[in-house]
Nanobody, 117 residues
Framework: QVQLVESGGGLVQPGESLRLSCAAS????????MGWYRQAPGKQRELVAT???????NYADSMKGRFTISRDNAKNTLYLQMNSLKPEDTAVYYC???????????WGQGIQVTVSS
């Protein structure tokens, strides 16, 4: 079974940065499109960013220019660098994996990011 384990969340002040990591196991990582999603209290889960096995990225408009998604296929790890964080970025962030050519979805357990002064 696919395992996705997020780390790096926490409490930061507005304007600060965080880097999330997602360690994947029990998959051939390079054969998956990876992504980050988030869910704020009382809201639906939303896309943050995705990255293909070839490194093509896609971002939600509100994250463009502040967040950077990347992956290290040799380490089976996905990253999300978040800069200039705002209180509205407060949410549980989820790592997502989808095998190329399928509609299967695998999710991590989620990690809390709180932006507050």
């Amino acid at each position: 079974q696919v395992q996705l384990v997020e780390s790096g969340g926490g409490l930061v002040q507005p304007g600060e940065s965080l880097r999330l990591s997602c360690a994947a196991s029990r998959i051939i990582f390079k054969l998956y499109t990876m992504g980050w999603y988030r869910q704020a209290p009382g809201k639906q889960r939303e896309l943050v960013a995705t990255i293909t096995n070839g490194g093509i990225t896609n971002y939600a408009d509100s994250m463009k220019g502040r967040f950077t998604i990347s992956r290290d296929n040799a380490k089976n790890t996905l990253y999300l660098q978040m800069n200039s964080l705002k209180p509205e970025d407060t949410a549980v962030y989820y790592c997502h994996a989808r095998p190329i050519g399928t509609q299967l979805n695998y999710w991590g357990q989620g990690i809390q990011v709180t932006v507050s002064s």
